[in-house]
């Protein structure tokens, strides 16, 4: 038995963030970043859609990007004083993450970070607030999915909390908070959202059920994400809705080892200056992983069928996934990402020397191998990796070698 897990509503299209109108209830907390929401005017507007619906709100401001613990704990204990019967978390997937973990402290306040991150070992939420999430990026569909990432700054690790219990309740899908996104962050959270609906489409967990949301959200960020990173206002909006498909495919249908890695090489070089910012960790490392996952004789097939379902070419099975793997690397070509760490800048661009130097790379990468092969996306991947492979993978991603093992 498998289980296909969505928010009972998703308000999508223009407008939808006037739904907060209808909303019943009596006080509503609002957690958002450090201030784009503010700055465009999203936040008054929900703010006053809420108070418009007769409800107290009050805020959790200044989410930090790749939120920590520490956050967590101490928007939790803002809820608990003020007592909301409704969470709204705007913006990114940093502050939609932390409001729902604040939102299992405020819950049950004797839980620890540790108990949270128990894999689908969440206790039964809603008892006291219900949870919506209005997503301003266009990448993380955390609106729509069953986890939560959040950053132990003193181990440098990305945990993921992953429990169908913290699936937001309502989805707000609205195409013009998309609107405001920069260049960057449009080039990131759209990689990031090709890499879900990859990793979910060849996962030991899909199935029909997520199969047929992953399969449209790849075509259709295929011809959506370029044209969106240079402006094109439509191809913006419908990228919106296609991140939030993949999301679909991936909260019930899982990820892959691409996100493995990512969550444990992207804080872990803090203290050389700069994060892997999570949607470019994903776009460099994936056409790595499907060459290693390629040996698995079920995601071969997957992903020729993907090269021939997003019209790459190629005769033979080894050439479809071939193309595959070009048609990705030249994405990150249009989109300014860089290949390799070594050549990713601490600005995220592609540099002649990464922030990252080969000495302090090669120092932890034992600790990342083994912290990726216990990440909570490794178990559905297609291949499980040995220490060893996933040493090999890394220094395939550090020094963009190709894979043939
Ligand atoms: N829960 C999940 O399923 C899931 C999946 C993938 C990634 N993640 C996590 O989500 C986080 C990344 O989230 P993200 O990529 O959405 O970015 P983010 O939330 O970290 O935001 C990045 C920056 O963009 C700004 N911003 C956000 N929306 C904007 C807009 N519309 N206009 C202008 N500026 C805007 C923010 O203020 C912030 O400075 C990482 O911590 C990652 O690990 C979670
Ligand atoms: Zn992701």
């Given at each position: 038995?498998?289980?296909f897990t969505n928010p009972?509503?998703i308000y999508h299209g223009?407008?939808?963030?006037?739904?907060?109108?209808?909303?019943?209830?009596?006080?509503?907390?609002?957690?958002?970043?450090?201030?784009?929401?503010?700055?465009?005017?999203?936040?008054?507007?929900?703010?006053?859609?809420?108070?418009?619906?007769?409800?107290?709100?009050?805020?959790?401001?200044?989410?930090?990007?790749?939120?920590?613990?520490?956050?967590?704990?101490?928007?939790?204990?803002?809820?608990?004083?003020?007592?909301?019967?409704?969470?709204?978390?705007?913006?990114?997937?940093?502050?939609?993450?932390?409001?729902?973990?604040?939102?299992?402290?405020?819950?049950?306040?004797?839980?620890?970070?540790?108990?949270?991150?128990?894999?689908?070992?969440?206790?039964?939420?809603?008892?006291?607030?219900?949870?919506?999430?209005?997503s301003?990026?266009s990448g993380t569909a955390t609106e729509v999915t069953?986890?939560?990432?959040?950053?132990?700054?003193?181990?440098?690790?990305?945990?993921?909390?992953?429990?169908?219990?913290?699936?937001?309740?309502?989805a707000?899908v609205?195409p013009?908070?998309a609107?405001?996104?920069?260049?960057?962050?449009?080039?990131?959270t759209g990689?990031d959202a090709i890499t879900h609906a990859i990793e979910a489409y060849?996962?030991?967990?899909s199935s029909d059920f997520t199969d047929a949301p992953a399969l449209f959200a790849m075509d259709r960020i295929k011809d959506d994400l370029?044209?969106?990173?240079?402006?094109?206002?439509?191809?913006?909006a419908r990228m919106h809705n296609s991140q939030c498909l993949a999301g679909i495919a991936f909260s019930s249908g899982?990820?892959?080892?691409?996100?493995?890695?990512?969550?444990?090489?992207?804080?872990?070089?803090?203290?050389?200056?700069?994060?892997?910012?999570?949607?470019?960790?994903?776009?460099?490392?994936?056409?790595?992983?499907?060459?290693?996952?390629?040996?698995?004789?079920?995601?071969?097939?997957?992903?020729?069928?993907?090269?021939?379902y997003?019209?790459?070419?190629?005769?033979?099975?080894?050439?479809?996934?071939?193309?595959?793997?070009?048609?990705?690397?030249?994405?990150?070509?249009?989109?300014?990402?860089?290949?390799?760490?070594?050549?990713?800048?601490?600005?995220?661009?592609?540099?002649?020397?990464?922030?990252?130097?080969?000495?302090?790379?090669?120092?932890?990468?034992?600790?990342?191998?083994?912290?990726?092969?216990?990440?909570?996306?490794?178990?559905?991947?297609?291949?499980?990796?040995?220490?060893?492979?996933?040493?090999?993978?890394?220094?395939?991603?550090?020094?963009?070698?190709?894979?043939?093992?």
């Open positions: 038995m498998q289980r009972r509503d223009e407008g939808a963030l006037e739904v907060l109108k209808s909303l019943k209830g009596k006080k509503a907390v609002i957690c958002v970043g450090g201030g784009s929401m503010k700055r465009f005017g999203f936040l008054d507007k929900t703010k006053a859609y809420l108070e418009e619906a007769g409800m107290e709100v009050a805020l959790i401001e200044g989410i930090e990007p790749d939120p920590s613990v520490t956050t967590v704990m101490e928007g939790a204990q803002k809820m608990l004083d003020f007592g909301p019967d409704w969470i709204i978390a705007l913006g990114g997937g940093s502050p939609i993450d932390a409001a729902k973990a604040m939102w299992i402290k405020y819950e049950y306040p004797d839980c620890t970070f540790e108990d949270m991150c128990k894999i689908f070992g969440i206790p039964e939420l809603r008892k006291k607030a219900k949870f919506v999430a209005v301003s990026t069953a986890f939560s990432i959040i950053t132990d700054y003193d181990k440098g690790v990305k945990y993921p909390i992953a429990d169908f219990e913290i699936t937001p309740d309502i707000i609205d013009e908070l609107q405001t996104m920069p260049q960057k962050l449009v080039a990131h990689m060849v996962s030991t967990a370029v044209k969106s990173y240079n402006g094109d206002t439509e191809a913006r899982l990820l892959g080892i691409v996100h493995s890695m990512a969550h444990k090489t992207g804080a872990v070089f803090a203290d050389q200056g700069a994060h892997i910012i999570h949607g470019a960790a994903n776009a460099m490392y994936l056409p790595k992983v499907i060459a290693f996952n390629a040996k698995d004789e079920r995601a071969a097939e997957r992903y020729a069928f993907i090269a021939d997003m019209k790459l070419g190629g005769e033979t099975r080894d050439e479809k996934i071939a193309a595959l793997i070009a048609y990705l690397r030249g994405m990150n070509d249009d989109l300014n990402i860089p290949h390799c760490i070594a050549r990713y800048g601490a600005d995220s661009y592609p540099a002649e020397v990464g922030f990252v130097p080969e000495d302090v790379y090669l120092a932890r990468r034992h600790d990342i191998a083994v912290n990726a092969i216990g990440d909570a996306c490794t178990g559905s991947n297609p291949r499980q990796p040995s220490v060893e492979e996933m040493e090999k993978l890394l220094d395939c991603v550090y020094y963009d070698l190709d894979v043939d093992f």
